[in-house]
């Protein structure tokens, strides 16, 4: 909505016409801009750590459609380069200004509770390269999920020998 002010700001008129102005692109024009912005003040080692962010905040569905999902803010903990970009896609950065502060990944709780999880579920399918990650990798992705679901049951089911995924399974 931002962007949408800032566009109409001179004319004064704010209306769907602009919205829909091949040049301004809608959501995904606004979205994708803001977030290769975002990711182009990362660090190199931060921007190459998008996929091991990226891979613990999404989840894809059977039907192909990705989710966001939350994860620990503790996963994260050896990983430098992945706690930069979270800093540079969140409003997690203290130093940085209000206009600089990115909001597409949220940081909530206490720093001993502090999860992390995409803010605009649009980023999934809007942002071009994240979009394209995730066609990429939805196989891996949806694999991770049904493994981790099947641990947990296994796990809460005492974990007996003859639900044990094998070595050919994994």
Same mark, same amino acid.
């Given at each position: 909505?931002?962007?949408?002010?800032?566009?109409?700001?001179?004319?004064?008129?704010?209306?769907?016409?602009?919205?829909?102005?091949?040049?301004?692109?809608?959501?995904?024009?606004? %979205?994708?801009?803001?977030? =290769? /912005? *975002?990711?182009?003040r990362a660090?190199? $080692?931060?921007?190459?750590? !998008?996929?091991?962010?990226?891979?613990r905040?999404?989840?894809?569905?059977?039907?192909?459609?990705?989710?966001?999902?939350?994860?620990?803010?503790?996963?994260?903990?050896?990983?430098?380069?992945?706690?930069?970009? %979270?800093?540079?896609?969140? =409003? /997690? *950065?203290?130093?940085?200004p209000?206009? $600089?502060?990115?909001?597409? !990944?949220?940081?909530?709780?206490?720093?001993?509770?502090?999860?992390?999880?995409?803010?605009?579920?649009?980023?999934?399918?809007?942002?071009?390269?994240?979009?394209?990650?995730?066609?990429?990798?939805?196989?891996?992705?949806?694999?991770?999920?049904?493994?981790?679901?099947?641990?947990?049951?296994?796990?809460?089911?005492?974990?007996?020998?003859?639900?044990?995924?094998?070595?050919?399974r994994?």
């Amino acid at each position: 909505l931002k962007a949408l002010y800032r566009r109409c700001q001179d004319s004064g008129r704010m209306g769907l016409d602009t919205y829909g102005d091949p040049a301004f692109c809608g959501l995904k024009g606004v %979205i994708g801009r803001h977030a =290769d /912005a *975002a990711l182009s003040r990362a660090d190199a $080692e931060a921007r190459a750590a !998008l996929p091991k962010v990226f891979s613990r905040l999404v989840t894809v569905r059977k039907d192909g459609t990705a989710t966001r999902r939350r994860e620990h803010w503790d996963y994260w903990r050896d990983n430098p380069a992945g706690q930069r970009l %979270i800093a540079h896609l969140s =409003d /997690a *950065a203290p130093d940085r200004p209000p206009e $600089e502060k990115n909001r597409l !990944l949220v940081v909530m709780g206490t720093d001993s509770e502090s999860t992390v999880e995409v803010a605009p579920e649009a980023l999934l399918s809007e942002w071009a390269t994240l979009a394209g990650w995730i066609r990429e990798v939805s196989n891996a992705l949806r694999l991770r999920e049904q493994l981790e679901t099947e641990a947990q049951t296994w796990d809460a089911g005492g974990r007996p020998e003859h639900l044990r995924w094998r070595h050919e399974r994994l």
